[in-house]
């Protein structure tokens, strides 16, 4: 289930189950998200990314769903496996300046076995 | 190169002193941007540089801090008089443009006793 944790929100899964994370967006202007993944001791890593003119998109294993009527992301991973154990962040972008790229605390996903 | 580069990989410096940090952005890449993240926390945004545009430093915490890209290329952050609140990982990242997709290196572990 999920917890928050001293700094980050953990979500615990068991092996094989599907994963979703979610993710709360602030400007209902931002029109290009992106979820990354940030193993331990590593830079984040691109996993997906959505316009705002869509509302689901796939990628191998993972999906992300866009609700922009409550301005609400979701990462969903299919069948999870010890390697999806990292740190998830989203990331929205409005405008066209670098200021302009939010990224959310993250939640911290734990596999087990 | 194959991806983004980052060096130091880690850094332990004294209080006072000034630290510089490099990113090798992907070749062809316009877009680079600095980050921060510390300990548990997400993503701060400190500089972005867009082709021959002026930066955004919109980011950038305070005057201790500054950054360079010189000929399009690589950058250099700079932190000048380091405090140990600066402590944390400085990610680099880079996009062919603007608002695209962000590849991140390995970061830079700074720890300022």
């Known amino acids: 289930g999920e917890s928050v944790g001293l700094h980050l929100p953990t979500l615990s899964v068991q092996e094989g189950d599907n994963s979703i994370i979610n993710c709360a967006y602030s400007?209902?202007?931002?029109?290009?998200f992106i979820w990354y993944k940030q193993e331990s001791g590593k830079g984040p890593q691109f996993i997906i990314d959505?316009?705002?003119?869509?509302d689901k998109r796939q990628g191998q294993r993972v999906t992300v769903l866009l609700n922009k009527t409550v301005k609400h992301l979701s990462l969903q991973i299919a069948a999870t496996q010890p390697g999806d154990s990292a740190v998830y962040f989203c990331?929205?972008?409005?405008?066209?300046?670098?200021?302009?790229?939010?990224f959310g605390p993250g939640t911290r996903l734990s596999v087990l076995p | 190169g194959a991806g983004v580069s980052q060096s130091p990989s880690n850094k332990v410096t004294e209080k006072g002193k000034d630290v510089e940090l490099r990113c090798d952005p992907i070749?062809?890449?316009?877009?680079l941007y600095w980050y921060r993240q510390s300990l548990g926390q997400g993503l701060e945004f400190l500089i972005y540089?867009?082709?021959?545009?002026?930066?955004?430093k919109s980011g950038l915490p305070s005057d201790r801090f500054s950054a360079e890209r010189t000929g399009g290329s690589v950058s250099t952050l700079t932190i000048q008089r380091t405090q140990q609140e600066d402590s944390a990982v400085y990610l680099c990242?880079?996009?062919?443009?603007?608002?695209?997709?962000?590849?991140f290196g390995p970061g830079t572990r700074l720890l300022v006793l």
């Open positions: 959505i316009r705002s003119n869509m």
């Open positions: 990331a929205e972008i409005f405008d066209n300046y670098g200021q302009n790229f939010v």
């Open positions: 990242a880079s996009s062919f443009t603007e608002q695209e997709t962000q590849y």
């Open positions: 070749s062809g890449h316009t877009a």
């Open positions: 540089f867009q082709g021959n545009s002026a930066p955004d």
């Open positions: 400007n209902s202007a931002s029109d290009y």
